[in-house]
C-alpha cells in the first residue's frame, strides 16, 4: 500500500504540475504554435498504451537505449549497459516518466480551457495596479481555474492508484516483487497464485481506498453546479 501510495503521488504531483505550467504557456504562444502543440498533444494522447510502452522500453534499454546513450555523452562510457530495472527506484523512474508523459496531453488541454476562462480584464486591471505576475496568477487566475484543477487532480488520484498496464508492460509481463503496486499483488495473487479469495480481499481494499477519492470528487462537481 505505501508504494502504491508513494507512487500515486509521484506520478500525479509532476502530471498537475507540468501540465499546469505547460497550460499557462500556451497562454503565451501565437496561435500557429499552439495550434501544432495540440495537435502534438492530441496524437500523444491518442497512442495506444502498447505502443507507447516499447518506445519507452527501447529508450530504457540497457545496450541500444536513448537515455544511457545520452548520459554516457555527458558523465562517461560507464551508463552503457546500465540497466535501470535492477534498482526498484530507478525503475520506477521508468515507469513514472511513462504514466506522466501519456497523463499530460489531458490535463494541459483541460487547464488550458479552463484558463480560456480567466477574464483578461481582470489580469490587465490587475497589472495596472501595480500586482506582479505572481501576484496576479494567486488572486485572479487560480480562484478562477481551481474547481477545474481540483477535479483533474481528483481523476488523476484514482487513475494512477490504479496503473496496472504501464507497470506490467514495462517489465515484460512479469513485474518482480518489488514492482507490485496493489492493482498488480491483487491480479498475482488471483491469476498466477489461484488465489482467488486474497485477490478479491485487496481489490475490496483498493476500492473502499479509492470511495473517498470519488466522494470527493463528486462533491467539487456538485460545487461547480455540473451536477444537480
Known amino acids: 500500500t505505501f508504494r502504491t501510495v508513494v507512487f500515486m503521488a509521484i506520478c500525479v504531483t509532476l502530471t498537475m504540475g507540468i501540465g499546469l505550467l505547460v497550460a499557462l504557456l500556451m497562454r503565451k504562444l501565437t496561435t500557429w504554435v499552439r495550434l501544432v502543440l495540440t495537435a502534438c498533444l492530441i496524437a500523444a494522447w491518442s497512442m495506444p498504451l502498447m505502443v507507447a510502452a516499447s518506445i519507452f522500453r527501447f529508450m530504457a534499454d540497457s545496450d541500444y537505449g536513448l ?4 548520459i554516457a555523452k555527458v558523465v562517461g562510457e560507464d551508463w552503457l549497459g546500465h540497466n535501470w530495472y535492477l534498482n526498484p527506484i530507478q525503475g520506477f523512474g521508468i515507469i ?5 508523459w501519456g497523463a499530460i496531453p489531458f490535463v494541459v488541454v483541460t487547464l488550458y480551457a479552463a484558463l480560456t476562462q480567466v477574464p483578461q480584464e481582470l489580469e490587465e486591471a490587475a497589472a495596472l495596479d501595480g500586482a506582479s505576475a505572481y501576484g496576479i496568477y494567486k488572486f485572479v487566475t487560480w480562484p478562477v481555474i481551481k474547481p477545474v484543477f481540483t477535479m483533474v487532480a481528483t481523476l488523476s488520484v484514482i487513475w494512477d492508484f490504479n496503473v496496472f498496464g504501464q507497470i506490467w508492460l514495462l517489465r515484460g509481463n512479469k513485474p518482480e516483487p518489488e514492482y507490485e503496486t496493489l492493482g498488480l499483488y491483487s491480479y498475482s495473487k488471483a491469476f498466477e497464485s489461484t488465489s482467488f479469495s486474497q485477490g478479491t480481499a485487496i481489490a475490496l ?4 481506498l479509492l470511495s473517498g477519492v470519488a466522494v470527493y470528487y463528486l462533491r467539487q462537481l456538485m460545487k461547480t453546479g455540473e451536477v444537480e
Do not use: D, S
Not at 481494499?205 to 473502499?208: A, Q
Open 67 to 70: 537515455i544511457n546513450t545520452l
Open 205 to 208: 481494499i483498493t476500492v473502499l
Open 96 to 100: 513514472t516518466l511513462l504514466v506522466v
